[in-house]
């Protein structure tokens, strides 16, 4: 393990295996996790490796996520390190926009997580979830990773953009959102303009999804003066809202939105739903309890409603435990402004800083036994031990919305149905193809219809 000096600061070590060329980058590319906490056990809390000419500082542990999610923008920049993220969001919107824009536009995002909105958003969740398993039969095999992708990018787009769009939602609409979830691939970390075809193709469809979502909204603008009533959703409020200096969101602006706020709660939603039926069928010790607590829910015959997903501790341990030992997002990362220091370091302006959850949630002196999932772990004495969606003011904003659809979607699925594995427990495995943690393929369960309610 090598070393690096800074000025009148303790030495920040240096991971080993660095190649003349390119650096640690194509051990990152094949094995991310794997090599990240390798970094972690070769340099402890703080390590640095060389991610193909940029120098990445890894920092690992609740004082370091304390000392990064607080640091302000001016020190460590968000934007700089998510250029990537431009051709997906757009120019001008959330990191290809001017902070105080950004600013704006998350205040923007923020009036759809409101009480009455996620109300509204629990029941519709519901009502697909009972729509998408209405032609199951009384028992049957499915992916349930394909399964939760198409059902969560249906619910997300039915709360975002309102029934009429969602039910003339074709496979286009999902083919498009595919190229743009492939356009982020870890090699657009270094240079997300290069000329590659998943690249043209993420570019094709940004454009295709603008068009789409123009259409809708010149469909409800002449819906509004032909004197019919606003819709009660995510592209009205996006449609209705002004900046500070008066201006209105623009079409692209608009369809910006929508595309951040999608990615911000489709993956969470879609792979922790995944991971969390994975360890449920993988733990049945706690199936009968677990039924229980979802029956009391439905109890006089109530529906599903936001007060419903309020109390259901069981149901939320088995998600925060697939949160802590799968989580989506492994590469939390800011470009170093100004010098950064922790403990005696000095990180210099023009690196990286990283955070990776799937490393730090696994520190045994904050989640004893942590290879264990235990759906009732008692939460970490340090509330920045655990940080699946971030931390600080650049939280994710999406955080709220998709663990209202997790909930939602396990009330309705374990109202009616039981799942079992359909492999051994071990060959369910964590693979991220694209700086996104998922269950390997293929993630089949079994279900089967619950013969009394």
């Given amino acids: 393990m090598a070393t690096t000096q800074?000025?009148?600061?303790?030495?920040?070590?240096?991971?080993?295996?660095?190649?003349?060329?390119?650096?640690?980058?194509?051990?990152?590319?094949?094995?991310?996790?794997?090599?990240?906490?390798?970094?972690?056990?070769?340099?402890?809390?703080?390590?640095?490796?060389?991610?193909?000419?940029?120098?990445?500082?890894?920092?690992?542990?609740?004082?370091?996520?304390?000392?990064?999610?607080?640091?302000?923008?001016?020190?460590l920049n968000a934007a700089e390190a998510y250029q990537m993220m431009v051709p997906v969001f757009g120019e001008g919107v959330q990191y290809g926009a001017e902070p105080h824009i950004e600013r704006q536009q998350l205040k923007i995002q923020y009036q759809g997580l409101k009480y009455d909105k996620m109300s509204n958003y629990a029941e519709v969740v519901a009502r697909e979830v009972i729509d998408f398993t209405k032609d199951w039969g009384d028992e049957g095999e499915l992916d349930f990773y394909e399964a939760f992708t198409s059902l969560t990018l249906r619910t997300s787009t039915h709360c975002l953009l309102g029934s009429e769009f969602r039910y003339r939602l074709t496979d286009e609409f999902a083919e498009l959102y595919h190229d743009l979830e492939n356009g982020i691939d870890p090699s657009a970390l270094l240079d997300p303009n290069q000329q590659k075809d998943t690249f043209k193709k993420r570019d094709l469809a940004r454009e295709r999804l603008q068009e789409l979502i123009t259409d809708e909204i010149h469909r409800r603008r002449d819906l509004e003066a032909a004197g019919g009533e606003a819709l009660d959703d995510m592209l009205n409020i996006y449609m209705s809202a002004h900046y500070e200096d008066g201006r209105k969101l623009s079409?692209?602006?608009?369809?910006?939105?929508?595309?951040?706020?999608?990615?911000?709660?489709?993956h969470t939603s879609s792979n922790t739903s995944a991971w969390t039926l994975v360890e449920i069928a993988r733990h049945p010790q706690y199936q009968a309890e677990l039924v229980a607590e979802i029956d009391r829910l439905f109890d006089d015959g109530q529906e599903l409603s936001f007060n419903a997903l309020r109390e259901i501790p069981l149901l939320e341990g088995f998600i925060r435990e697939a949160l802590r030992l799968h989580p989506p997002l492994n590469a939390i990362s800011r470009r170093v402004l100004k010098p950064f220091e922790f403990k005696g370091f000095t990180v210099e302006p023009g690196k990286n800083v990283m955070l990776c959850p799937w490393v730090a949630h696994k520190l045994p002196e904050h989640f004893p036994d942590p290879e264990r999932f235990n759906p009732k772990r008692p939460a970490p004495d340090n509330v920045f031990a655990a940080i699946p969606f971030g931390g600080g003011r650049r939280k994710c904003v999406g955080n709220a919305f998709a663990l209202l659809q997790v909930k939602a979607i396990f009330c309705e699925l374990l109202r009616h149905f039981e799942f079992e594995l359909s492999l051994t427990p071990e060959q369910y495995q964590e693979i991220m193809p694209a700086l996104i943690l998922r269950p390997s393929d293929p993630c089949k369960l079994r279900y089967r219809r619950r013969t009394s309610i």
Avoid: N
């Fill in 6 to 75: 800074q000025a009148d600061s303790k030495t920040i070590p240096l991971a080993s295996g660095a190649a003349a060329e390119g650096g640690h980058f194509a051990e990152f590319i094949a094995k991310p996790l794997d090599f990240l906490k390798r970094v972690y056990e070769e340099c402890g809390e703080v390590g640095e490796f060389d991610m193909g000419g940029l120098p990445t500082v890894l920092m690992v542990g609740p004082d370091a996520h304390e000392a990064f999610f607080r640091a302000p923008d001016e020190q």
């Fill in 251 to 266: 079409e692209h602006e608009i369809t910006g939105l929508v595309i951040w706020f999608m990615f911000a709660g489709h």
